[in-house]
């Protein structure tokens, strides 16, 4: 069976590393591969003061095409990219 790759970007919205941790406990339930990604950022200027920005973090996932779209189902936000 063929074996596909898909890349999941956690909301940055709110605490990535909590949001990439139940992306990653999902993903393994639905019998993927997983590894992830941190994509640090630089502390940003906001409003005179220096803020320090949620990192993104991907999920990258690898499997059927059925667990893809199980886990897919079963999260908030679909992939950014599957190969």
Same mark, same amino acid.
């Given at each position: 069976?063929?074996?596909?790759?898909?890349?999941?970007? &956690? !909301?940055?919205?709110?605490?990535?590393?909590?949001?990439?941790?139940?992306?990653? +406990?999902?993903?393994?339930? &639905?019998?993927?591969? *997983?590894?992830? +990604?941190? #994509?640090?950022? +630089? !502390?940003?200027?906001?409003?005179?003061?220096?803020?320090?920005?949620? !990192?993104?973090? #991907?999920?990258?996932? +690898?499997?059927?095409?059925?667990?893809?779209?199980? #886990?897919?189902?079963?999260?908030?936000?679909? !992939? *950014?990219?599957?190969?």
């Amino acid at each position: 069976m063929q074996k596909l790759k898909a890349t999941f970007k &956690c !909301p940055s919205f709110a605490d990535t590393e909590y949001w990439s941790d139940a992306y990653i +406990e999902t993903a393994q339930n &639905c019998g993927l591969a *997983v590894t992830t +990604e941190v #994509l640090e950022y +630089e !502390p940003q200027m906001f409003a005179g003061t220096l803020q320090k920005l949620q !990192p993104d973090i #991907l999920v990258h996932v +690898e499997g059927t095409q059925q667990a893809i779209t199980l #886990l897919t189902a079963n999260l908030d936000y679909g !992939p *950014v990219s599957i190969t």
